[in-house]
């Protein structure tokens, strides 16, 4: 069986966030089982690969031409596709977002016709079971992204017959929404974790889309993300000052003692990595810290996103030297350091399709403190590895925090390491969706 991968992002070409890490992975972990699945991402800036040949796409009623490139990378092959547009800094983020992916769309639709099954990945390559003539399968990484565009332009670029707007197919309050055509038109449908699965059926976790999501639930699956546990192993991990495994845990007390160095930080330091977004519920940890504070905890803060986070975080460090310590920068080296030498990590999310740092601090060692939602009820045994909690409340966060502490963290830590979050169980779930997406 041979499988496309379509994604704009793929952990170790690029990487914005957790998207990229399963696209990476789940290739490496399909292989095993048979399946020849290759990834295909746009050909960003600075990407290198060795030329090999063209792809021939329409594009506002006009033939465009693409050049293709490949490269293999940790057991996986990469195919990247210079459509017009993506010699640029960032993988998103601009006005053009839309006609940039809809370009892309349409040319890895042609490339498509080399293999058995598309696998789409989130909405900047949803419209492919719509446009590709082999089967598609797509998984929502995300359901608040769905990519939204004016009809005018889109059926103007696209070629596709205006029809499809007054169909359920792609309306969506006026505009078409790319996501929801993508669900509409893919032989199945999966997102990242059994329970939101569940959740994006509800008004509350559907962003707008839980009627669809529940009028095509026969064909809807949550399969658990893994980890690359290559990538992920504090026992060959080095970013680290020294390996360490459960049984033998001096390398861990090594990376704690180095991650006070490079934090300056003192007492039990509670860790956040990842983007700085609402979704995660950086609100909670800011409405908190005086108290966390009081109470003897220093906090670590390291990612980049929303300036209004960051400046609150800018804020915090300047206020409280030696005790809080933001890092506005994506820096994979200080990301496992933090995941091998805090006290705890704080995943306090509105809202959680999946998430992998709370399994990446596990796997490490470091008991999570999570909110009670998506895939972070599906990967922490509350009391067991680490702890959950379920109001989005600032007293929600700080209970949770003492609890982990008051039940022991360095215990649940160790329990913690002994999980298996490999993705072998998920990749014969996917194999089971492809063979019926293929009928």
């Known amino acids: 069986m041979r499988v496309l991968h379509v994604a704009p992002e793929a952990y170790p070409l690029v990487k914005v966030g957790g998207l990229a890490d399963v696209v990476g992975a789940l290739p490496k972990a399909l292989g095993p089982l048979g399946v020849e699945a290759a990834v295909l991402l746009p050909w960003h800036r600075g990407l290198e690969a060795q030329g090999v040949g063209e792809v021939a796409y329409r594009f506002a009623g006009a033939e465009a031409r693409a050049p293709l490139g490949e490269r293999v990378e940790g057991r996986v092959r990469f195919l990247l596709l210079g459509v017009e547009g993506f010699d640029r800094e960032r993988v998103y983020g601009y006005p053009d977002d839309a006609e940039r992916y809809l370009r892309f769309a349409l040319a890895a639709a042609e490339v498509a016709r080399g293999f058995h099954l598309v696998h789409a990945h989130d909405w900047t390559a949803a419209l492919l079971p719509l446009l590709t003539p082999v089967p598609a399968v797509l998984t ?31 309306e969506f309050f ?13 032989r199945a449908v999966t997102t990242v974790s059994p329970s939101y699965a569940a959740e994006i059926q509800t008004p509350e976790f559907g962003m707008g889309l839980d009627g669809v999501l529940r009028r095509h639930a026969h064909k ?23 390996p360490y495994t459960a049984e033998d845990l001096k390398g861990k007390r090594r990376a704690r003692l180095a991650f006070r160095r490079r934090t300056g930080l003192r007492g039990p330091i509670l860790a956040y990595v990842g983007r700085l977004d609402p979704q995660k519920g950086l609100d909670l940890v800011l409405s908190a810290l005086p108290r966390l504070l009081e109470l003897g905890f220093s906090l670590y803060v390291q990612g980049v996103g929303e300036e209004g986070l960051a400046r609150a975080f800018r804020e915090a460090e300047a206020a409280h030297p030696g005790r809080v310590r933001f890092l506005e920068a994506y820096e994979e080296a200080m990301a496992h350091l933090a995941y091998a030498g805090a006290e705890a990590l704080l995943v306090p999310s509105r809202f959680e399709p999946c ?7 596990q796997r490490y060692g470091t008991p999570p403190v999570a909110r009670a939602v998506g895939g972070l009820k599906d990967t922490v045994e509350d009391g067991g590895t680490g702890v959950l909690f379920q109001s989005y409340h600032p007293e929600g966060l700080l209970y949770g925090v003492l609890r982990l502490f ?23 779930a996917y194999l089971e969706v492809y063979r019926q997406a293929l009928g």
């Open 174 to 186: 006026g505009r078409v929404n790319l996501l929801k055509g993508g669900i509409v038109f893919a």
């Open 355 to 361: 998430g992998l740092v709370q399994m990446i601090a």
């Open 140 to 170: 929502l990484h995300n359901l608040a992204h769905q990519g939204l565009v004016d009809p005018a332009p889109f059926f103007a670029w696209t070629g596709l017959p205006w029809s499809l707007f007054h169909m359920e197919a792609l």
């Open 406 to 428: 008051r039940l022991g963290a360095e215990a649940m830590g160790l329990r913690g390491m002994a999980r298996d979050f490999s993705w072998a169980a998920s990749a014969r």
């Open 220 to 242: 809807l699956r949550g399969i658990l993300n893994g980890l690359d546990t290559e990538i992920f192993d504090p026992a060959r991990d080095p970013y680290l000052p020294a």
